[in-house]
Each structure stands twice: as structure tokens, then as C-alpha cells.
């Protein structure tokens, strides 16, 4: 569910004040009736914009209220927030001896409740700024507002909280059952004379239907003690892997400052994996810190502690030696470009096993044949070798397109090793102001082992076998940076059953990837990301669309910035020109005369020339083909 939602955070308020009244209200039975009770309720509900129905408020000695069928409306977007077949709630007696009445017990049961969808991602890595900028504008003020909901809930007295009873709650993403995000079977806070203690059951849909129990206990001494068990399910057995994760430390809730904190002893236990935690959550921001640090993990514990269908294909890759990892995380809401990210692996000793290592993780330096794994279960094949004609040495693709795509996919590739912490906090930021997921923070070396290994299916475990393949590629394998970067310029997606730069120069262009304009090389580069809709940036007479030409000119003056390209050489972002005359004209305008775009520019790159064995056709441009070697930095002067 998004954080950010609107309707969230006028929701966990109403429900909130919800109880308030429903307290305040039972002092008062004997005075009013269900009328009165229902009065306040609508009131409270308008008040956050929101419409509150129900079938019945029954009123009950000594101090109860239960309400049925009740239901909770947005109007604005006409979406049903919430729907429960019954809500109760007792006051406690005693409390009002004391003349502060709380609520004794709060029972809900068969609800549903839906929250809207994230927005996705936008399709290209890099956007024009000003077209960035006007369609999304910034909306951190509505996420730092949500997340100040989130910490106050938070912040809620746990020892002191009702019991609480939860059956057969439902947590949606949508209306659409198929969005289903989380359910909750039986979920109990129960108080205690020692503390209080969370006990529940439900299913979680983060790998599949993921069925959880956890049972936690929170001492008056501040002592988090519990563990929680997810059943993974394996496609290939039909069983249910374990994933056992437990908790020890101390978690003060510290109201008066506003601040949860995380004791620096706290141990969260993954398998048999300890994980060292520290942190605090502040209303001031709101802002959160964390440290999260692991030592001496050998694969073999790693194996043990997490199910196999979490492992994916990392499981057939054999290592010696063990590791450390640190991370560390800061975010203050309030100050979005603020974030800082840190994270870092430590080998002690550790190589790839070559006998026991089934994926040929080791032989990608040498001529090989690449099963490449498409988006909805799709492959191609493809063979990186002289014998594919099409197969191209890094320096037989012009550089123009190879720092075209650097640019746009991952900039700090040359500096980065695997994963890009700067990437994530530019991310991290970007988001927060949108208020959505706006921008990944992937890096060619991961996209490359998606491609390679693992596939396109957005799993959070996906993800995290994506960032330890990428580590693994730059750290174990010994392949260096131009080697990734040529396998990466070979196999990806720039059509339909058009992969690599050579097949795409010749599919858009007729021509070879060894020779191309500044035009052409751009134009390819907006391909990359969302490649079988390529024919979208093209208007009905088969021109560039404004769009696309000004997402092309950002990736050019970023390639300026970056000393990659001088700039007298990218034209304005109105004279931009792509001329269609390879195969893929006939998809474009299949009845219309060659010619598209033929407009003349002055000083525009003299038109590309095709090459039949990717040799270099244009050695009186200078810097054609040179790719710095790793770790160099970039010619300012503008050659490449």
C-alpha cells in the first residue's frame, strides 16, 4: 500500500478519532442513544472528506458500542475505503473511576480495506528536466504528512494500547481483488501485567501468497522479544520453504520527544544469519535513521537461513570464503536531497568455487551463446562470437552510442562496482518530491544479469538476487568493465527480435553500429528502456515528436557534462532528425514513400555508412571506438 496516499492518512485519522468518540461517546450512554453516537461519526468522517455509512449502532450496558456493515467512502475518487461486518468497542469500567476513560477492547472482524496504487515508474532513465519538472510536480509536503501519520501510530502507548482482536481483515491495493496486498487471518494485542504481547496469522502477497505466524512480546522493560515465520512457496516442490526471522533488543517509545528508537544491541536473526539493528524514527521531519551490519557469513549459512525460491539462481553459484555487510540509512522528509545511503560488502577470502558451480558465471570473458531472458517469459538467443555477424567488439560500436547509453542507463558506471549508492540517493529523492515511484536507481551491471540469469519478473527478491549478481559479476568474476559493457551492447532489446547495437543500427537505419550521427545515437538511446515501443515516438507522418526530441537533446547535454560529447557537436533540440530507412520504416508508415524527415540541417553529421564486419569505417572522426579503460575518467575536451 502506498504511503503517500491521501486517503491513507485521512483514513488512519478518522479511525483513530473513530475510537476517540466511540470512548467518549460510552461515558455518555445512559444520556444519548445510537443517534447521537452516529452524529459525531459522520461529523468526523466529513471533516476528512470522507463518508461514513452503516447498517447499525447498538448501544449496550455497562459501556459498549458496536456498529455493523459499517463502510468508508472517498468521494473524490468514488473508491470504498473500507468495508467491515462489525466493529465493537468497550470502555473500560475502572477508567472512569479515574476520571480518564480508555477503551477496554476493540474488536473488528470480515473487513476490507483498499488503498490506491502507486503511480509506476516513468519509462526513461533520464527525462528533460522541464518536462519532468511540469509533470510531476513536488508533493513532499503530502508523503512528509503521511509519514507523520505513520510515526504517531508508531508512537502509540503499546503497553497501554485496548486489546485489540482483528479477524479476517483484508489489505488491498485497489478495488480489484487481484491487487491484494496483505490479509490478515487473526491478529491479537493482548496487555499483560509483564507487557503486552502481539500474537496473529494471515498471508502476505510479496512472493506469491506468502502465509505468516508471529508471536512478539513487549515488556514493561522495553524488551522486544518475539519471531515471525513466512512460508515461501517453491513453483518446483509445491511445498512451503521456511523463513524464520526473530527479534532481541530494546525499542523505547519516548513520546514526550517524539522518537522510537532502535538499542544498539538489538539483534534481528535471519535463519541462523545474526543481524545487528540500531535506529530511531522521529516526529521531527519526520526523519529516520538505521544501521544494519552482519560479519562473518559464509554461504553455506546464507543457503540455510533462505529459502531456496528466494535464492533463484544465486543457488547454483558455489563460494569459498565468507563476508561482511554494513548499511547504513538516513532520511529527514522535510529535506529530501538530505538522504544518505551507504552500503558495503566485505570479502574475507571469498572466490567462486569453479567444480561446484553450475551457471557459467566464470566464462563470460571467453566467446559464449547468451540465452537472453525478455520481459513476460520471453527469450532470444544470441551468439557473442565472430561467427554471429552481427556480434560486435566494444571498439567496433561507435562511441557515441556507447556513452549515449552509459548516460542514460547508468552514469556512474565506470565509478560504481556493481551498485550505484549515489544513483539511490538521486532516487530516493526524486521520489520523495513526486510523492511516487518515479525513478530506479538499476545499473547496466544489473540490468545485465537480469538479462542474462534471472529475468524481468519485479519480485523484491528479484531485486535483491539482481544487486548480489551485479556485486558478484564485479567482484568474483574478474571480467572487467569494457568486457560487461560489450555483452551489455550485444544482447539487450532495441525491437522486436532486434538485440544489440549492430542489429539496431541496421534494423532503424540500414546501416552498422560502427558509424553513426549524433542524432542516430540518441535516437537509439531512448529505445533502450521500453524498446517495442519504439514506433510511440514518432508522429503520423513519421516525425520525431517533441517529446522525443527534447528527451534526446537532455541525454546529449548530459553527455556535454560529462566531457563525452563537445558541445558544438549537439544540434538544437527543434533541428534533432531521424531518418527511418532501415527495415523498421515499413513498421513506422508501411504505405508511405521513403524519404521521412529528410530535412537538411546545417553542420549535420554526413549520413552513417553500413559495415559488413563491424570494422571501423570512420577513423577520421576522432575518439570512434576508444572506450576509456576502467576506472578512467572522462576526456573533457570531448573526445571518445
Not at 72 to 80: N, S
Not at 308 to 336: E, H, K, T, V
Not at 448 to 457: K, Q
Request: hydrophobic letters at 45%; glycine letters at 10%.
Amino acid at each position: 500500500m502506498p504511503p503517500h496516499s491521501p486517503v491513507r492518512t485521512a483514513f488512519v485519522w478518522f479511525f483513530i478519532l473513530l475510537l476517540v468518540l466511540l470512548a467518549g461517546g460510552l461515558i455518555a450512554i445512559p444520556l444519548v442513544g445510537p443517534r447521537v453516537i452516529g452524529h459525531e461519526i459522520t461529523s468526523a468522517a466529513s471533516a476528512r472528506r470522507l463518508e461514513v455509512r452503516w447498517g447499525a449502532i447498538v448501544v449496550s450496558y455497562p459501556a459498549q458500542v458496536s456498529i455493523t456493515r459499517l463502510t468508508v467512502i472517498d468521494p473524490a475518487r468514488g473508491d470504498t475505503v473500507m468495508r467491515g461486518d462489525s466493529l465493537l468497542a468497550a470502555l473500560d469500567l475502572y477508567s472512569l473511576l479515574r476520571l480518564r476513560p480508555a477503551l477496554k477492547r476493540v474488536q473488528f472482524a470480515h473487513a476490507r480495506i483498499a488503498f490506491p496504487h502507486a503511480e509506476a515508474a516513468a519509462i526513461d532513465t533520464l527525462a528533460p528536466d522541464e518536462a519532468e519538472n511540469a509533470a510531476h510536480p513536488d508533493h513532499s509536503d503530502r508523503l512528509r504528512r503521511a509519514a507523520e501519520t505513520l510515526v504517531e501510530t508508531f508512537l502509540l502507548p503499546a503497553r497501554h494500547m485496548p486489546h485489540l482482536d482483528l479477524r479476517d481483515v483484508t489489505l488491498a491495493g485497489g478495488s480489484d481483488e487481484s491487487a491484494m496486498s496483505a490479509g490478515i487471518e487473526w491478529l491479537e494485542l493482548e496487555p499483560g501485567p509483564d507487557g503486552v504481547r502481539l500474537t496473529g496469522a494471515g498471508r502476505v502477497g510479496l512472493e506469491g501468497d506468502v502465509p505468516f505466524e508471529l508471536a512478539l512480546h513487549y515488556g514493561n522493560d522495553d524488551q522486544l522479544r518475539g519471531e515471525a515465520t513466512f512460508g515461501v512457496p517453491d513453483a518446483n516442490s509445491g511445498r512451503l520453504e521456511p523463513l524464520r526471522i526473530g527479534i532481541t533488543g530494546v525499542v523505547t517509545q519516548d513520546r514526550g520527544a517524539g522518537v522510537l528508537r532502535i538499542g544498539d544491541s538489538t539483534r534481528v536473526t535471519i535463519g541462523t544469519i545474526p543481524v545487528l539493528v540500531s535506529g530511531a524514527l522521529e516526529r521531527r521531519g519526520p526523519s529516520i535513521r538505521v544501521q544494519i551490519g552482519c560479519t562473518g557469513v559464509t554461504q553455506e549459512q546464507f543457503f540455510e537461513s533462505v529459502p531456496r525460491p528466494l535464492l533463484g539462481p544465486l543457488a547454483g553459484i558455489a563460494a569459498q570464503g565468507s563476508w561482511d555487510y554494513r548499511l547504513g540509512f538516513r532520511l529527514d522528509l522535510s529535506q529530501p536531497d538530505s538522504v544518505d545511503f551507504d552500503a558495503d560488502v566485505v570479502s574475507h577470502g571469498l572466490f567462486i568455487d569453479p567444480a561446484h558451480t553450475k551457471l557459467d558465471v566464470l566464462q563470460l570473458d571467453e566467446p559464449f551463446v547468451a540465452t537472453i531472458h525478455l520481459p513476460h517469459g520471453r527469450f532470444a538467443v544470441r551468439d557473442l562470437s565472430p561467427a554471429n555477424p552481427h556480434y560486435r567488439p566494444l571498439e567496433a560500436i561507435d562511441s557515441l552510442l556507447v556513452y549515449a547509453v552509459i548516460t542514460n542507463e547508468d552514469g556512474g558506471f565506470f565509478e560504481h562496482h556493481g551498485f550505484n549508492t549515489e544513483a539511490v540517493k538521486h532516487a530516493i529523492a526524486e521520489n520523495i518530491r513526486a510523492g511516487a515511484f518515479r525513478r530506479g536507481a538499476g545499473t547496466i551491471t544489473m540490468q545485465l544479469a537480469r538479462n542474462l540469469f534471472l529475468g524481468h519478473e519485479r519480485t523484491l527478491s528479484r531485486k535483491a538476487q539482481e544487486v548480489i549478481f551485479a556485486w558478484v559479476l564485479e567482484h568474483l568474476t574478474y571480467l572487467t568493465k569494457q568486457r560487461l559493457l560489450e555483452i551489455y551492447l550485444n544482447i539487450i532489446e532495441w525491437g522486436p527480435d532486434v538485440h544489440g547495437a549492430d542489429e539496431a543500427a541496421r534494423y532503424y537505419f540500414g546501416t552498422g553500429a560502427s558509424k553513426l550521427s549524433v542524432d542516430q545515437a540518441l535516437f537509439l538511446t531512448t529505445v533502450v528502456p521500453a524498446p517495442r515501443q519504439w514506433r510511440y515516438r514518432f508522429d503520423e507522418a513519421g516525425a520525431l515528436r517533441p517529446f522525443e526530441r527534447a528527451q534526446m537533446h537532455f541525454i546529449g547535454r548530459a553527455m556535454v557534462a560529462k566531457g563525452w560529447l563537445a558541445a558544438e557537436e549537439l544540434p538544437a533540440a527543434d533541428s534533432l532528425r531521424v531518418e527511418i530507412t532501415g527495415a523498421a520504416r515499413e513498421e513506422l508508415v508501411p504505405e508511405r514513400e521513403p524519404g521521412l524527415e529528410t530535412e537538411a540541417r546545417t553542420g549535420a553529421a554526413e549520413p552513417a555508412r553500413a559495415d559488413s564486419a563491424g570494422a571501423d569505417t570512420s577513423a577520421t572522426r576522432p575518439g570512434v571506438g576508444a572506450v576509456p579503460s576502467q576506472g578512467a575518467a572522462p576526456d573533457s575536451s570531448g573526445a571518445h
